[in-house]
């Protein structure tokens, strides 16, 4: 009865046996090859890339937004620089601006100094010209001694001599002067109201021309019309030779006649100092 036994589970194990090996050759037959070692390692070489993948990804990102708050400070620091540059080339418009209204200020200054200056000029004129109506020696006098003053120039009446006009016009400049010339009507009058002789001449600088064929003053000016009288001007037009005024009114004579004859020039400045 055991022998059966047993031949009976022996029997069903080789039948079992050889039922999957029949099932391993029909799977093989139909293309699903049995599971191998290699197809385990690229699995798991797969699943490590991922992993690495995934790690990179995520260390990407947390980069990105570490880069993306570097940069957010960044635009801020910037914005805060753009402004301090706004503010500071304000501040420099202004300083330009002032610095471009200094010249105008300057002239302002320069021409409020200069007004001040010509009245204290003028001022001091006129207290030296009181001065010296009371003491004609006072110290503040612009003009050498025997000359008179008058306005910007210093004259000087040869009442005692007679030259010709060359010899009158050297004398001048002996004494740093010219031979008188009149530049205005008021100093025409100014000649006329000295205290001269009755019958006195004296030379003035204005002669005849030949190379110009013109009546010169001796700085090389011509004669205004305006200064002198219908009959005077007709005189000088019509003929030639050197200029002399009597009484106010001028005359043509020979130049080597010798009369007197009268130097103008410059004044000094009157000086503030000089008026104590």
Request: charged letters at 20%; proline letters at 4%.
């Amino acid at each position: 009865m055991s022998e059966e036994v047993t031949y009976a589970t022996l029997t069903f194990q080789d039948s079992v046996g050889e039922r999957n090996n029949r099932d391993r050759n029909n799977l093989r037959k139909r293309g699903y090859p049995a599971p191998s070692p290699t197809w385990r390692q690229a699995a798991l070489s797969l699943l490590t890339l991922c992993l690495m993948l995934l790690i990179g990804l995520v260390t990407l990102g947390i980069m990105f937004l570490q880069t993306s708050n570097e940069i957010n400070s960044d635009s801020e620091k910037l914005s805060q620089l753009q402004k301090m540059t706004h503010q500071q080339q304000d501040n420099l418009s202004e300083q330009l601006n002032s610095y471009r209204n200094i010249p105008t200020q300057e002239e302002l200054l320069k021409s409020q100094i200069s007004s001040l200056l010509k009245r204290q000029g003028q001022m001091a004129i006129k207290l030296c010209q009181e001065l010296i109506i009371h003491t004609s020696d006072h110290k503040c006098n612009p003009c050498p001694k025997m000359w008179q003053w008058y306005q910007n120039s210093c004259y000087y009446f040869a009442t005692n001599e007679e030259r010709t006009w060359t010899h009158s016009r050297k004398n001048c400049m002996d004494r740093n002067s010219t031979l008188v010339k009149i530049d205005s009507l008021e100093e025409k009058d100014f000649l006329k109201s000295q205290p001269l002789p009755t019958f006195s001449f004296f030379w003035l600088g204005l002669s005849w021309d030949p190379s110009g064929r013109s009546w010169v003053w001796e700085d090389g000016s011509g004669p205004s019309p305006s200064l002198f009288s219908t009959k005077e001007y007709a005189q000088i037009n019509g003929s030639k030779g050197c200029a002399y005024f009597q009484k106010g009114n001028i005359y043509i004579s020979r130049c080597s006649a010798e009369i007197s004859w009268i130097c103008e020039k410059m004044a000094a400045l009157v000086k503030i100092e000089d008026l104590d």
